[in-house]
């Protein structure tokens, strides 16, 4: 349904380095346009991780990392937390739409 | 530190207006260089963007929903709202509005997301 591809779920220890894929197309993230990760937890307002694909906005600790290869992103998470247990979506603007187009979220657990 | 809030009604009728307003705290409406933004997500689907208002550009809607929103900003009440006309239960959702920040991508000047609301259910029944 989304128009980016991402797993449902991901999983890792405390202390652990989890990825999570975000698949698009030759329309959206390899037409160029950057790739945006987000923090997303029930009743919160969403929070943004990483956009133009590896930039960090302040605040956000280095153990995030986002990196870009074709139509298809990644998120890194290193030193996994307990407070890192959230969805994660992504986010790249889409020459068709004229506008972003969203994954359809992961949700990581941290065992 | 900007603060976003959505209000409106959470129930809506089949037919009618949804009308949904952002109320922004921190920051100022009128600071033309950020998109101001509604963006929805149906219970279990994934999200999907509604619209944006640019104080440079003017609006730009989702192509799907065109000819039934309108996104405007209230400078005096340092808002912005969203209208949905003619609603079904497929507009049943939760609905977010956010804050575009501008930077320079590749190829030209992008937006990232840098505030959002907590987002406002909104049900579509009679």
């Known amino acids: 349904q989304s128009v980016l591809t991402q797993p449902p779920s991901v999983s890792g220890a405390p202390g652990q380095r989890v990825t999570i894929s975000c698949s698009g197309t030759s329309s959206n993230i390899g037409a160029g346009y950057g790739v945006q990760w987000y923090k997303n937890l029930p009743g919160a307002a969403p929070k943004v991780l990483i956009y133009g694909n590896t930039k960090r906005p302040s605040g956000v600790p280095d153990r995030f990392s986002g990196s870009k290869s074709g139509t298809s992103a990644s998120l890194a998470i290193t030193g996994l937390q307990a407070d890192d247990e959230a969805e994660y979506f992504c986010l790249s603007y889409d020459t068709g739409l004229s506008g972003p187009v969203f994954g359809g979220g992961t949700k990581l657990t941290v065992l | 530190q900007l603060q976003l809030q959505e209000s409106g009604s959470g129930l809506v009728r089949p037919s009618q207006t949804l009308s949904l307003t952002c109320a922004v705290s921190g920051g100022s409406v009128s600071r033309g260089a950020y998109s101001w933004t509604w963006i929805r997500q149906p219970l279990g689907r994934g999200l999907e963007w509604i619209g944006d208002f640019y104080h440079s550009a003017g609006t730009y809607y989702n192509p799907s929903l065109r000819s039934r929103v309108t996104i405007s900003l209230d400078r005096s009440r340092n808002r912005f709202s969203l209208q949905l006309t003619s609603v079904s239960a497929a507009d049943t959702a939760v609905y977010f509005c956010?804050?575009?920040?501008?930077?320079?991508?590749?190829?030209?000047?992008?937006?990232?997301?840098?505030?959002w609301g907590q987002g406002l259910p909104v049900t579509v029944s009679s």
């Open positions: 956010a804050r575009g920040e501008p930077y320079v991508g590749d190829y030209a000047t992008e937006y990232y997301f840098s505030s």
